[in-house]
Structures are given as C-alpha cells and as structure tokens.
C-alpha cells in the first residue's frame, strides 16, 4: 500500500506541476490577446487542477506521513525538508482560500454580466496568486527531489 500512495502522491505533484506550464500559457495568451473568452478556460483549468492536485496531494502526504515511523507534521528536528513543505502547503491552501477563490468567483460574476475587461484588478490578484502558488508548488518538488541529497 506504501508504495501505491507514494506513486500517486508523485502523479498528484506532476499534475499540479504541469498546471504551472498550462497555467503560464493561457494567462500569458489572455494579458497578452485581451481575450476575455478564454478566462473562463484558465479558471476551469485552475479549478480542476488546483482541486485534484492538492487534494490529491494533501490526503495522500497525510497518509504516508501517518504510514511511515521516520515522518512527523510540522517537526523540525529530524526531517526539516518535510516540515518546510508542510508549512509551504498550509501556505498555498491558505493563499487558495483566501485570495484564488474569492477573486475567481468575482471574475466568474464579471464574466456573466459582461463586466470583465484584460486589466480588472481581481483578474491581476488571481494571475498573481496562481503565478505564486505556482513557484511555491515548484519549491516543494525541489525539496521532495534534493532532501537525500542534504539530510
């Protein structure tokens, strides 16, 4: 069973990974085009990315964390790279519900009334908060890559 989590523990991280090239794409085409039609695409694939991948992510982490002896939440002593990544997720799942949600579900109420234009502030804080999310994600696969390396 061990092993099983930790592979789809890996295939939730390359998803999410793989949502940062997407995700740079399609903001870049839509700051870029003025296309407001495709907002409603990045919002769908940051949703179902975002969603499955650090759900995926999360309850598979807490599992092999509970599974395995040498592993513990958020302590520093013995496996400082885990604990980093730890707080790095609380942080992104911190940053998801308090700054991607309520601004995509402003855009989707902008983009129903027609209200929607390339330079609305809530579209900017949501580019922003995807694109900080996005490295933040990065530097949890480099700790999760690197840590035998160090420890």
């Known amino acids: 069973m061990y092993p099983t989590l930790v592979t789809f523990h890996v295939i939730f ?3 999410w990974l793989s949502f940062f090239i997407v995700e740079s794409f399609l903001r870049n085409k839509i700051e870029k085009s003025g296309n407001i039609n495709k907002v409603s ?3 769908n694939l940051s949703n179902s990315f975002g969603i499955i ?3 995926g992510i999360l309850i598979t ?4 964390v509970m599974m ?3 592993y513990g939440f958020f302590d520093m002593s013995s496996n400082h790279w885990l604990a980093t990544k730890q707080i790095i997720l609380l942080v992104i799942l911190i ?3 308090s700054l991607v949600i309520p601004n995509s579900k402003k855009i989707r109420a902008k983009l129903e009334s027609r209200e929607l234009d390339k330079n609305d502030k809530e579209l900017k804080k949501l580019f922003r908060a995807n694109q900080i999310i ?3 994600v990065l530097i949890n696969l480099i700790f999760a890559v690197t ?4 420890g």
């Open 41 to 43: 695409d990045y919002l």
């Open 134 to 136: 996005n490295y933040l």
């Open 61 to 64: 982490g807490i599992v092999i």
């Open 68 to 70: 395995n002896n040498e």
């Open 95 to 97: 940053m998801t519900g």
């Open 53 to 55: 991948g650090s759900t």
């Open 13 to 15: 991280a390359g998803m």
């Open 147 to 150: 840590h035998r390396f160090y």
